[in-house]
């Protein structure tokens, strides 16, 4: 994917410790977002960036925290782990928040 | 009720076969409109955007949308195994997109 690397690719944890996932871009925009995937919900947002140190809550943000001290990375913390967190993520990168470009993913598993 | 309503399928069909994706929304604030194709393992890749009530077409791909009904379809014309995916369509509000559960189409040659 062109211009946004996820990491790591897959990573699996145990329940109760904090896991930090990173999305760097190389595009220079300004708007980052990270969701999550699971079966029967599609795609739902956690947490959105619209700048530097700008960042807000999408519709499942409990249980996770962002931050974004530079444009090029969007980091994404679980504090504490739980099952429910099992899930695919995406990262995805937009400049004028209409048509979004997505990485990988980073698929974790919470045991 | 969800914002937005996408029957998951799965959908098979032979190849060369028209395919119909439709979604159906509530929020009338929704002003863009976007179908996204995922290959699996793989992130969401923009297929077709439009942001006005009625048809747009790109090559085998036809995005058409009704904002009177709250409801929008993605044809696909002359489908090949390489159009075997799950299809997202997508709605932008606020600076979000709100996606669609997904339909898993398979093209079988």
């Known amino acids: 994917d062109a211009g946004i690397t996820q990491s790591p690719r897959h990573k699996v944890t145990e329940t109760g410790t904090p896991v930090t996932l990173r999305c760097h871009q190389t595009?220079?925009?300004?708007?980052m977002y990270w969701y999550r995937q699971d079966p029967g919900h599609g795609l739902r947002l956690i947490h959105y960036?619209?700048?530097?140190?700008?960042?807000d809550k999408g519709e499942v943000s409990d249980g996770y925290s962002v931050s974004r001290s530079k444009t090029e990375d969007f980091l994404l913390t679980l504090e504490s782990a739980t099952s429910s967190q099992t899930s695919v993520y995406f990262c995805?990168?937009?400049?004028?928040?209409?048509?979004?470009?997505f990485g990988s993913g980073t698929r974790l598993t919470v045991v | 009720q969800k914002e937005v309503e996408q029957d998951p399928g799965p959908l098979s069909v032979p190849e060369g076969a028209i395919v119909s994706l439709n979604c159906t929304y509530s929020?009338?604030?929704?002003?863009?409109f976007m179908w996204y194709r995922q290959y699996s393992r793989k992130g969401p890749e923009l297929l077709m955007y439009?942001?006005?009530?009625g048809n747009k077409e790109d090559g085998r791909f036809t995005a058409q949308v009704d904002k009177s009904s709250k409801y929008i379809s993605l044809f696909i014309r002359d489908s090949q195994p390489s159009d075997s995916a799950t299809y997202l369509c997508?709605?932008?509000?606020?600076?979000?997109?709100?996606f669609g559960q997904g339909t898993r189409l398979t093209i079988n040659p």
């Open positions: 995805a990168i937009s400049e004028s928040g209409d048509g979004y470009t």
């Open positions: 595009e220079n925009h300004r708007y």
């Open positions: 960036s619209y700048g530097v140190k700008d960042t």
């Open positions: 929020n009338s604030a929704f002003q863009y």
């Open positions: 439009t942001y006005s009530s």
């Open positions: 997508a709605m932008k509000w606020n600076q979000k997109l709100v």
